[in-house]
Nanobody, 117 residues
Framework: QVQLVESGGGLVQAGGSLRLSCAAS????????MDWFRQPPGKEREFVAG????????YYSDSVKGRFTISRDNAKNMVYLQMNSLKPEDTAVYYC??????????WGQGTQVTVST
């Protein structure tokens, strides 16, 4: 099991930027793909971005492609989500998750991102 702790959320104006961080514990962190999800108010949790074990491949939802960048630093057991050109519809609780194949095995507690108009 890997424990995940997100940070970096906050309140930002539309058009602004935030960088989310996800700190992972556990020696197996570098073996797994890591994903970011988000849950907007009153909506279901949705996929945002993913990065493979080495960082060489990244995946994005259409809604964030070109604005968000996911990255990882295996030496530090960290995953990041750089969010630029933020929109009010990006307001959500953001979660990082460890993926093993089709299974999302571990989740963090989430960090709130609020984008004001």
């Amino acid at each position: 099991q890997v424990q995940l702790v997100e940070s970096g959320g906050g309140l930002v104006q539309a058009g602004g930027s935030l960088r989310l961080s996800c700190a992972a514990s556990g020696r197996t962190f570098s073996s797994y793909r890591m994903d970011w999800f988000r849950q907007p108010p009153g909506k279901e949790r949705e996929f945002v971005a993913g990065v493979n074990w080495s960082g060489s491949s990244t995946y994005y939802s259409d809604s964030v492609k070109g604005r968000f960048t996911i990255s990882r630093d295996n030496a530090k057991n960290m995953v990041y989500l750089q969010m630029n050109s933020l929109k009010p519809e990006d307001t959500a609780v953001y979660y990082c998750a460890r993926r093993s194949g089709p299974i999302l095995q571990d989740w963090g507690q989430g960090t709130q991102v609020t984008v004001s108009t």
